[in-house]
């Protein structure tokens, strides 16, 4: 008797377990495949040095992520990609704003089809400074109404919203009026008297290097766990959202723990080069937030409780 009832429950459980088991193994191959039409975006998924994956940019739409990273050179008046040199074959044009403008064309006014989120391009300027990000600007315009656009302090919510990091110039950023980028925040500008001074529609979330803060490395007690609450509460308390990058993550099981802990404490981005475990991670340990996104440039327009 306990051996029939055993074998009927395992046929009626089958479809579910086939299905469970498509969704952990084989990830969607292009933005609009099946995991993003079924499940939907990823609220907390950063694709970190995106462009140096198969398929940049496809790869992690197909996985549901929400932002992506992209590395760029200034030569001779255009944008590279590339880490440690600039890759000559491949511009910031061609692989990300290209694309994300035809996806947002083709799905009716955004990047992932049906969804009323703002896609994150996080552009991290490997040299130039200033001039790169005035050459950045430049070609973002060409391209509206396709991405954020602060305007005198007023932000305007498009589908997709760039953050500068690398070398950028706050104090020059700011003093523009018309910006269709928005700064990446240090914790030195998270001190009180520099919130004060940062102009609404400036920031468009708080980075810092993990190694910077912690030597924990998923190994063992988390000991500073009180202080990574600490530093996204003061991130959110200033209105931003918060991502930590250069965690180390050599070994799955200590990454995981480490993603787990940031998590747990609210850090916003969960910044990785492991596509579809983070993918998988996400979708098992925390439910997709679809309403984050839709308000992240609340927070740049000074509403703080949109953050929390």
């Not at 005035?134 to 919203?161: I, K, M």
Request: negative net charge; glycine residues 8%.
């Amino acid at each position: 008797m306990r051996l029939w009832i055993s074998r009927l429950s395992s046929l009626l459980t089958m479809p579910f377990t086939m299905l469970v088991g498509l969704l952990r193994t084989a990830p969607a191959r292009a933005a609009g495949s099946g995991l993003v039409d079924i499940l939907g975006p990823l609220a907390h998924a950063h694709s970190h040095n995106d462009y140096e994956h198969e398929r940049p940019l496809h790869d992690a739409l197909g996985h549901r992520y929400t932002s992506v990273e992209a590395d760029v050179w200034l030569v001779d008046g255009d944008l590279y990609l590339g880490h440690f040199e600039p890759d000559m074959t491949r511009t910031l044009r061609n692989v990300y704003l290209d694309p994300l403008a035809d996806l947002v064309t083709t799905n009716d006014g955004s990047v992932h089809p049906s969804w009323d989120g703002t896609f994150q391009l996080l552009v991290d300027v490997k040299s130039g400074g200033v001039e790169t990000w005035r050459v950045l600007e430049e070609q973002l315009a060409a391209y509206d109404p396709v991405f954020s656009v602060c305007r005198d302090g007023v932000v305007e919510v498009n589908p997709v919203t760039v953050i500068v990091s690398g070398e950028r110039d706050r104090l020059v950023m700011a003093a523009e009026p018309v910006r269709r980028s928005f700064y990446d925040a240090t914790f030195e500008d998270l001190e009180a008297h520099a919130v004060a001074a940062l102009p609404v529609g400036l920031v468009g979330m708080v980075s810092a290097n993990w190694i910077d803060h912690f030597t924990w490395r998923g190994i063992g007690p988390f000991l500073s766990r009180r202080r990574l609450h600490e530093m996204v509460d003061r991130a959110h308390d200033a209105g931003w959202p918060i991502r930590l990058w250069g965690a180390p993550a050599f070994v799955r099981h200590n990454r995981r723990r480490i993603w787990q802990a940031q998590l747990d404490a609210g850090v916003d981005w969960i910044n990785t080069d492991h596509l579809d475990e983070l993918a998988h991670f996400l979708a098992r340990h925390r439910p997709t937030r679809l309403g984050l996104r839709r308000g992240i440039l609340r927070r740049l327009r000074g509403d703080s409780s949109s953050s929390r």
